[in-house]
């Protein structure tokens, strides 16, 4: 099946995982609205060279992933600019570490609204249209921690097994309205948000590069390597198509092993 005719929005995907997904999805033909934060003129640079690269169209909005109101409109101006709003990416987060006890209650509000309710809300906004149409893909981006736990990630971790269980749940409420929801949980994803954390990694503890990547990083995924954001886009890319017509309601690892003990 051909994805030339859909219209997908990713939220989170000025870089990363989300900026993945929406290149793999123009380099299907799919128009893309982009989300997320960073600099007015680099996103430009972004959104245009995907346009000129694949010959689609792409639009951005700034929508602040922890407004509900501001969620429902972008989900209506991405429907109104293509005409439909074919495939939804719930890929927007964020991360803070602390104990529990002196976890910053504004920090926990954060997380919980950018990376779990921001996947309802901009779900029950894309399925009325869906269903009209009878077809789409909503692909949620979860984590390893939306199946184990990790310490002093209580938020985190609390946000993504709440999005496996909105997947299930949506996966079900959709089934017969040629709907397929579905989320992924990678493990360590080598982006530039991790590669930054390195230097500073390496200094705190007095490690070098290659101990912080395999001691402290690594040290839960079996294979000891990163998983890509390639990898992840193209599976996404796979959950939008007919072959995955039956696979709903489901989370998907690709974590190196990670969650296989």
């Known amino acids: 099946m051909s994805l030339k005719t859909r219209n997908a929005l990713i939220t989170g995907s000025t870089s990363g995982i989300g900026l993945a997904i929406a290149r793999a999805l123009a380099t299907e033909g799919v128009n893309v609205t982009l989300n997320g934060f960073g600099d007015a003129g680099e996103i430009e ?3 245009a060279a995907i346009e000129k690269d694949f010959g689609v169209k792409a639009r951005y909005s700034g929508a602040d992933m922890s407004k509900p109101d501001q969620i429902a409109a972008m989900v209506s101006e991405a429907e109104s600019a293509f005409g439909t709003l074919d495939i939804l990416v719930n890929n927007a987060g964020i991360q803070h570490v602390s104990p529990i006890e002196n976890f ?12 779990l309710s921001s996947v309802f809300h901009a779900s029950r906004a894309a399925i009325p249209g869906m269903k009209t149409r ?5 692909i949620n981006t979860a984590s390893a921690h939306s199946l184990v736990a990790s310490p002093f990630k209580s938020a985190y971790v609390s946000a993504k097994h709440g999005v496996a269980g909105f997947t299930k749940t949506a996966g079900l409420e959709l089934a017969t309205f040629g709907i397929t929801v579905n989320c992924i949980s990678p493990g360590y994803v080598w982006t530039p948000l991790v590669e930054k954390q390195i230097p500073d990694t390496m200094k705190a503890r007095n ?6 990547i395999n001691d402290v990083l690594l040290t839960a995924q079996p294979t000891k390597q990163f998983v890509t954001v390639d990898q992840v886009a ?4 796979f959950l939008c198509s007919d072959a995955a017509s039956q696979m709903t309601g489901s989370n998907y690892s690709m974590d190196g092993g ?4």
């Open 134 to 138: 009878k077809w789409g893909r909503i």
């Open 104 to 115: 910053p209650i504004d920090k926990w509000d954060q997380i919980i609204a950018i990376n």
């Open 258 to 261: 990670w969650t296989a003990a």
């Open 234 to 237: 193209a599976f996404a890319i």
């Open 45 to 47: 640079a972004t959104r």
């Open 207 to 212: 490690l070098t590069k290659e101990q912080v």
